[in-house]
Nanobody
Framework: QVQLVESGGGLVQPGGSLRLSCAASRSIFRLYGMGLYVLGWYRQTPGKQRELVADITRGGSTNYADSVKGRFTISGDNAQNRLYLQMDSLNPEDTAVYYC???????????WGRGTQVTVSS
Protein backbone atom coordinates (compact mmCIF):
# COMPACT_ATOMS: atom_id res chain seq x y z
CA GLN A 1 0.00 0.00 0.00
CA VAL A 2 1.33 3.39 -0.99
CA GLN A 3 1.30 5.95 1.81
CA LEU A 4 2.53 9.46 1.28
CA VAL A 5 2.15 12.23 3.87
CA GLU A 6 3.34 15.76 3.17
CA SER A 7 4.32 18.37 5.73
CA GLY A 8 6.20 21.65 5.94
CA GLY A 9 3.91 23.99 4.07
CA GLY A 10 2.90 27.39 5.37
CA LEU A 11 2.98 31.13 4.81
CA VAL A 12 6.27 32.72 3.80
CA GLN A 13 7.28 36.14 2.54
CA PRO A 14 8.63 36.63 -0.99
CA GLY A 15 12.31 35.74 -1.09
CA GLY A 16 11.93 33.31 1.78
CA SER A 17 12.48 29.56 2.03
CA LEU A 18 10.55 26.47 3.02
CA ARG A 19 11.39 22.79 3.13
CA LEU A 20 8.65 20.33 2.35
CA SER A 21 8.86 16.78 3.61
CA CYS A 22 7.06 13.66 2.43
CA ALA A 23 6.95 10.60 4.65
CA ALA A 24 6.62 7.54 2.42
CA SER A 25 5.92 3.93 3.22
CA ARG A 26 9.03 1.78 3.50
CA SER A 27 7.88 -0.38 0.62
CA ILE A 28 7.79 2.59 -1.72
CA PHE A 29 11.32 3.60 -0.87
CA ARG A 30 12.46 0.02 -1.37
CA LEU A 31 10.85 -0.06 -4.81
CA TYR A 32 12.29 3.37 -5.56
CA GLY A 33 15.72 2.05 -4.67
CA MET A 34 15.19 -0.80 -7.12
CA GLY A 35 14.38 1.67 -9.88
CA LEU A 36 10.71 0.65 -10.04
CA TYR A 37 9.32 3.97 -8.80
CA VAL A 38 10.03 7.62 -9.46
CA LEU A 39 9.36 10.04 -6.60
CA GLY A 40 8.35 13.60 -7.17
CA TRP A 41 6.66 16.82 -6.16
CA TYR A 42 3.77 18.39 -8.04
CA ARG A 43 1.75 21.53 -7.38
CA GLN A 44 -1.69 22.77 -8.22
CA THR A 45 -3.54 26.08 -8.05
CA PRO A 46 -7.32 26.52 -8.34
CA GLY A 47 -8.54 26.13 -11.90
CA LYS A 48 -5.25 24.78 -13.19
CA GLN A 49 -3.90 21.33 -13.86
CA ARG A 50 -1.47 19.74 -11.47
CA GLU A 51 2.06 20.35 -12.73
CA LEU A 52 5.39 18.70 -12.13
CA VAL A 53 7.77 20.64 -9.89
CA ALA A 54 10.59 18.10 -9.63
CA ASP A 55 11.22 14.38 -9.61
CA ILE A 56 14.05 12.05 -8.71
CA THR A 57 15.00 8.58 -9.79
CA ARG A 58 17.26 5.93 -8.29
CA GLY A 59 20.82 7.14 -8.33
CA GLY A 60 19.80 10.73 -7.77
CA SER A 61 18.92 11.78 -11.31
CA THR A 62 16.66 14.83 -11.01
CA ASN A 63 14.31 16.76 -13.25
CA TYR A 64 12.92 20.24 -12.57
CA ALA A 65 10.29 22.49 -14.06
CA ASP A 66 11.90 25.47 -15.76
CA SER A 67 10.13 27.82 -13.38
CA VAL A 68 11.90 26.39 -10.32
CA LYS A 69 15.35 25.52 -11.68
CA GLY A 70 18.07 27.02 -9.54
CA ARG A 71 15.66 27.73 -6.68
CA PHE A 72 14.26 24.33 -5.65
CA THR A 73 16.13 21.16 -4.75
CA ILE A 74 14.61 17.69 -4.49
CA SER A 75 16.29 15.02 -2.41
CA GLY A 76 15.55 11.69 -0.79
CA ASP A 77 16.60 10.10 2.47
CA ASN A 78 16.42 6.34 2.12
CA ALA A 79 17.18 5.75 5.80
CA GLN A 80 14.24 7.90 6.88
CA ASN A 81 11.94 6.98 3.97
CA ARG A 82 11.48 10.68 3.28
CA LEU A 83 11.41 12.87 0.21
CA TYR A 84 12.25 16.55 0.53
CA LEU A 85 11.77 19.69 -1.49
CA GLN A 86 13.95 22.63 -0.47
CA MET A 87 12.40 25.80 -1.85
CA ASP A 88 14.43 29.02 -1.87
CA SER A 89 13.82 32.48 -3.32
CA LEU A 90 10.10 31.88 -3.21
CA ASN A 91 7.80 34.22 -5.09
CA PRO A 92 4.00 34.62 -5.12
CA GLU A 93 3.75 32.49 -8.27
CA ASP A 94 4.93 29.52 -6.18
CA THR A 95 1.74 29.67 -4.13
CA ALA A 96 -0.03 26.33 -4.55
CA VAL A 97 -0.91 23.06 -2.92
CA TYR A 98 2.15 20.83 -3.18
CA TYR A 99 1.71 17.09 -3.57
CA CYS A 100 4.14 14.25 -3.10
CA UNK A 101 3.89 11.55 -5.76
CA UNK A 102 5.12 8.03 -6.36
CA UNK A 103 5.00 6.91 -9.98
CA UNK A 104 5.39 3.32 -11.11
CA UNK A 105 8.16 3.50 -13.69
CA UNK A 106 6.61 0.84 -15.93
CA UNK A 107 2.93 1.82 -15.91
CA UNK A 108 3.28 5.56 -15.08
CA UNK A 109 0.49 5.10 -12.53
CA UNK A 110 0.79 7.72 -9.81
CA UNK A 111 -0.10 7.69 -6.15
CA TRP A 112 -0.57 10.93 -4.25
CA GLY A 113 -0.44 12.39 -0.81
CA ARG A 114 -3.11 14.78 0.42
CA GLY A 115 -1.00 17.85 -0.23
CA THR A 116 0.35 20.76 1.79
CA GLN A 117 -0.47 24.41 1.18
CA VAL A 118 2.34 26.85 0.40
CA THR A 119 1.45 30.53 0.36
CA VAL A 120 3.99 33.18 -0.61
CA SER A 121 2.76 36.63 0.33
CA SER A 122 3.86 39.79 2.07
Amino acid sequence: QVQLVESGGGLVQPGGSLRLSCAASRSIFRLYGMGLYVLGWYRQTPGKQRELVADITRGGSTNYADSVKGRFTISGDNAQNRLYLQMDSLNPEDTAVYYCSAEEAKTKRKSWGRGTQVTVSS
